[in-house]
């Protein structure tokens, strides 16, 4: 068993330079084209750091462990929301763009609002059982597309709060090579992660569901926490909100898209209470951007979101 946490333990590290060296050859080659912190974080530094989470939930789909694929996101929008945003406002109060806060939140609470409507089939539509059709998979993945074609209508729109940290720029050589070898390593990492998992649930009782909510999204959702972390630390707000908020919305979108795509997934219904903590989540992160400091996560604001992640976990295992 020991054997199975250190290839678990690897795995994670795999992922995580792998999603830094796409994320760096990414970011190198849009800011090359001029393109703005806050759009990069949305996008390419957002697709990379969720690239774990495409591969987790994809590979235990085909295995299927339904439960962690769906967990796996949905755990990890939670912990992108709550605990990586409490990690970062803590160690630099965050300002973020108007749109940030009129649009891409909104959106990703709305992501997680057409999740629920799609899978519980039996209780909405009077389906035989729930879940994530091939016809479901597309409607996300046109709703990604979407947001994209919304995120370069705003690309220009948008400027730089602040300096930050300056993105070095590679050639593009460079850049296509650190992006091959990324991908690589989140592949070879996420298969070591997922099988390891299962295992160690498996080992302990503890339910699928649970592994995915907290074992594998915590673990996928470390890109996350270190790119807006970092971001944060060096007082680049966008990069560190950005990040998180276009990783919330990749993850429903796209993720949940790609995998229900490659195979119609079934849902456990016992999940709609996750969701509901998201949707809540979402909420509250709006009202404290929008009241006292306006577009701004104060210290003690993301010390809320911090210990409710926290209270969220140990009510998970309490309800496991």
Do not use: C
Not at 59 to 76: P, Q
Not at 204 to 228: Q, V
Not at 261 to 289: A, E, G, H, K, Q
Not at 299 to 317: D, G, K, M, Q, T
């Amino acid at each position: 068993m020991l054997f199975t946490y250190l290839l678990l333990l690897v795995g994670f590290a795999i992922l995580i330079k792998g999603a830094d060296f796409l994320v760096t050859g990414a970011s190198s080659t849009a800011k090359k084209y001029g393109i703005s912190n806050l759009t990069i974080g949305l996008t390419v530094v957002a697709f990379g750091t969720s690239m774990p989470e495409l591969i987790v939930s994809l590979l235990a789909a085909l295995n299927g462990e339904t439960d962690a694929s769906f967990g796996n996101v949905i755990g990890s929008n939670n912990f992108n929301l709550l605990f990586i945003i409490g990690i970062a406002g803590i160690i630099f109060p965050l300002v973020v763009q108007n749109n940030t806060v009129k649009y891409e939140i909104p959106i990703s609470m709305l992501a997680a609002a057409i999740l629920f409507l799609l899978v519980n089939d039996q209780n909405l539509w009077g389906s035989e059982r729930n879940v994530l059709s091939r016809l479901d998979s597309i409607i996300l993945l046109l709703l990604f597309a979407g947001f994209i074609v919304y995120v370069y209508k705003t690309m220009t729109r948008t400027s730089d709060l602040g300096q930050g940290e300056k993105i070095k720029i590679y050639s593009i050589p460079v850049s296509l090579g650190l992006i091959g070898l990324g991908l690589a390593m989140l592949i070879g990492g996420g298969k070591l992660v997922v099988d390891n998992a299962i295992l160690v649930a498996h080992h302990f009782g503890l339910s699928e569901k649970l592994i995915g909510l907290t074992i594998l999204a915590a673990g996928t959702s470390l890109p996350e926490l270190a790119t807006s972390a970092v971001a944060a630390y060096r007082k680049n707000a966008d990069i560190a909100i950005g990040n998180v908020v276009g990783s919330n919305i990749f993850n429903i979108f796209f993720i949940l898209g790609i995998t229900g795509l490659v195979r119609p997934i079934s849902y456990n219904v016992l999940l709609n209470f996750d969701i509901y903590v998201l949707l809540v989540s979402t909420i509250i992160l709006i009202i404290f951007m929008v009241t006292l400091n306006r577009q701004k996560v104060d210290r003690w604001e993301a010390a809320i979101l911090l210990i409710s992640y926290i209270a969220y976990v140990i009510l998970l295992i309490q309800m496991d």
